[in-house]
């Protein structure tokens, strides 16, 4: 009964770098979310898979952001020529259903910090 | 973008003392959600209304939602240090992708 995996939990990078950040959902969960929490805010809608692909990507701040999930399992939420404004806690959520929402559940987030 | 906001920003007592934190949103709602954050940590689950209920309970808490208002309130009765967190609440917009919106939360702290 593993959880939500995300890695790495810590990534210090540039500015100007790539950066690719991993999520690991439930078993069997068809939906998966993207979020991004910056310091004392709450979660900020990015990116939201059912199956493989993206149903909803209204989110992503720029074209520098992308999210991938080509099995309909694990997805990677992929940053081209960071700025130091894409430092945060990248969260990804994972949900048994399509349809109304239910309840997520999320990892522990991967901290992104951008010098 | 934000639907919710919470109401207040942070709130300190006692332990053994009630905490009330409100969240207002601005759509239609299919359910309105509550998550609690340890710092630094990942969001739990905490609880879950739907749109034609009007209160649950689980445990210590307590949640109401008013539609006509549009808002909510999340009680903790009988708070304890460990409940110490930030707690946020989440909708799920009528027609929306059934993608949740948080608002900024509200950060408890309790003071043994």
Redesign the interface.
């Known amino acids: 009964g593993a959880g ?1 995996s995300q890695t790495p939990s810590n990534k210090v990078t540039e500015k100007g770098k790539y950066v690719e950040l991993r999520c690991d959902p439930i078993s069997g969960h068809t ?1 998966l ?1 993207w ?1 991004r929490q910056s310091l ?6 990015l990116i ?1 898979f ?1 199956g493989t692909g993206a ?2 990507d209204s ?1 992503l701040p720029n074209d520098r952001f992308f999210a991938v999930r080509p099995e309909g399992s694990v997805s990677t939420l992929k940053i081209q020529r960071t700025e130091r404004g894409d430092s945060a ?1 990248y ?1 990804c ?1 994972s ?1 048994p259903m ?12 991967s ?1 992104l910090t951008v010098l | ?2 639907q ?1 906001e919470e109401d207040p920003q942070a709130l300190s007592i006692q332990e053994g003392e009630n905490a009330t934190m409100n969240c207002s949103y601005k759509t239609s709602i ?2 309105l ?1 509550w ?1 609690r954050q340890n710092s ?6 905490l609880i ?1 209304i739907r749109s034609n209920e009007r209160e649950k309970h689980s445990g210590r808490l307590r949640v109401t939602l008013d539609t006509s208002k549009k808002s909510s309130s999340l009680l903790i009765t009988a708070s304890r240090a460990a409940d110490t967190a930030s707690y ?1 609440c989440a909708t ?1 917009e009528t027609g ?10 509200t950060r408890l702290a309790v003071h043994p």
């Open positions: 939500v939906a979310y979020y004392g805010q709450g979660p900020e809608f939201y059912q149903a909803d989110g806690m969260l959520a949900s399509g349809g109304v929402a239910g309840e997520l559940f999320f990892g522990e987030g901290r | 973008s934000q919710g299919n359910n959600q998550y630094g940590r990942g969001l739990v689950h879950l946020f799920d929306g992708y059934n993608k949740l919106i948080f608002g900024a939360g």
